[in-house]
């Protein structure tokens, strides 16, 4: 499966941002779908994870009631929601498809380009 992911931005804290992330090749339905971030010299976190059928899904704790992950298999897309927008959120946001459960990156085969957030103070 091939991923792209787009709407990052530039954006004022407090503000908010809805990121997309595109699949094509494989039936979007077939994987769990993470979001995961990379700042500047960090090593790429976890965000949220959404399962196959978009009935569940869980947050890192520094997100958990500001971000919102959403999915429509049959438009094989998948959304982050961030709102109310921090400083901190600043980073490279990539999306990745797995076959596997769970929030590690290792669970994750396949991954968008990444599209960048930068939330001003």
């Known amino acids: 499966v091939q991923l792209q992911a787009s709407g990052g931005g530039l954006v004022q804290a407090g503000g908010s941002l809805r990121l997309s992330c595109a699949a094509s090749?494989?039936?979007?339905?077939?994987?769990?779908m993470g979001w995961f971030r990379q700042a500047p010299g960090k090593e790429r976190d976890f965000v949220s994870v959404?399962?196959?059928?978009?009935?569940?899904?869980y947050y890192a704790d520094s997100v958990k009631g500001r971000f919102t992950i959403s999915r429509d298999n049959d438009k094989n897309m998948v959304y982050l929601e961030m709102n109310s927008l921090k400083s901190e959120d600043t980073a490279v946001y990539y999306c990745?498809?797995?076959?596997?459960?769970?929030?590690?990156?290792?669970?994750?085969?396949?991954w968008g380009q990444g599209t960048q957030v930068t939330v001003s103070s």
């Open positions: 990745a498809a797995g076959l596997s459960v769970g929030t590690s990156p290792a669970y994750f085969g396949y």
């Open positions: 090749g494989r039936t979007l339905s077939r994987y769990q």
């Open positions: 959404i399962n196959r059928s978009g009935g569940s899904s």
